[in-house]
């Protein structure tokens, strides 16, 4: 038969492809079932109780648990691992505590990390500030700064939290970052409120002093 075949070779790498795509699928269908490899499965590949939550086309939101598990040379290993399964369709049961250990300790620090968030929340002021379009003096801990790209450009917000509640400011505090302590004059511009927290925006800040964390906390 392979006297009619015009290109031999391919056909033959061809044929070995699909020898080896068939025996990776056996092993990954004996595999998965075993122990608690789906889980581990699922979290390597970003796929089933791991995979990222998409609210619309412009709005991807990643998994918390799948949020940097890539990064530096312990992500490398991670990377190898699942390559590892795509390619021959399972993990040594070594490897697979590797992974195993790894899903444990990022389940542990971000369930740290919700914990303090809850607490950070729990220790806040909820209440709006001031009147809408009334200028006032403002005094408090930068919470964070973001940006992003917009329509007409860079886009900055800002966090503050105060004693008498949480101030929005869509722009950035010169060179101030999370934890500075800022003090400034602004205008109420209306009152929010976002997964239950109240907030107070602002605009047309003036008069600004940013104390850097290390000196406001010394």
């Known amino acids: 038969m392979t006297n009619h075949i ?54 991807i939101t990643p998994h918390p648990l799948t949020v940097g598990i890539f990064a530096g040379g312990f992500g490398d290993l991670l990377i190898s691992f ?16 590797v992974v195993r250990k790894a899903l444990a300790r990022k389940e542990q620090w971000v369930l740290e990390a919700v914990s303090k968030r809850e607490a950070e929340k ?11 379009g009334e200028r006032q ?13 917009g329509q007409f450009g860079t886009w900055f ?5 105060t004693p008498e509640g949480t101030v929005c400011w869509f722009n950035r505090f010169e060179d101030a970052e999370k934890g500075d302590l800022v003090e ?21 800040a003036t008069q600004i002093t940013v104390t850097k ?3 406001h906390n010394a």
């Open 6 to 59: 015009h290109h031999p070779d391919a056909w033959e790498n061809g044929k070995r492809s699909a020898i080896k795509r068939n025996a990776t699928t056996t092993r990954l269908k004996k595999w998965l079932p075993l122990k608690d490899h789906q889980r581990l499965n699922d979290w390597l590949c970003q796929t089933g109780e791991f995979a990222d939550v998409v609210e619309d086309d412009f709005n």
């Open 82 to 97: 699942r390559d590892n399964i795509f390619e021959w369709g399972n993990l040594s049961e070594k490897q697979s505590d």
């Open 137 to 149: 003096w403002f005094e408090g801990v930068i919470r964070f700064v973001t940006s992003g790209e």
């Open 122 to 132: 729990a220790s806040r002021t909820n209440a709006h500030i001031g009147k809408v």
């Open 157 to 161: 917000l800002t966090v503050v939290d």
């Open 184 to 204: 400034f004059m602004a205008a109420v511009k209306k009152h929010d409120e976002r997964d239950g927290e109240k907030q107070t925006s602002i605009i047309r």
């Open 213 to 215: 964390g290390d000196d």
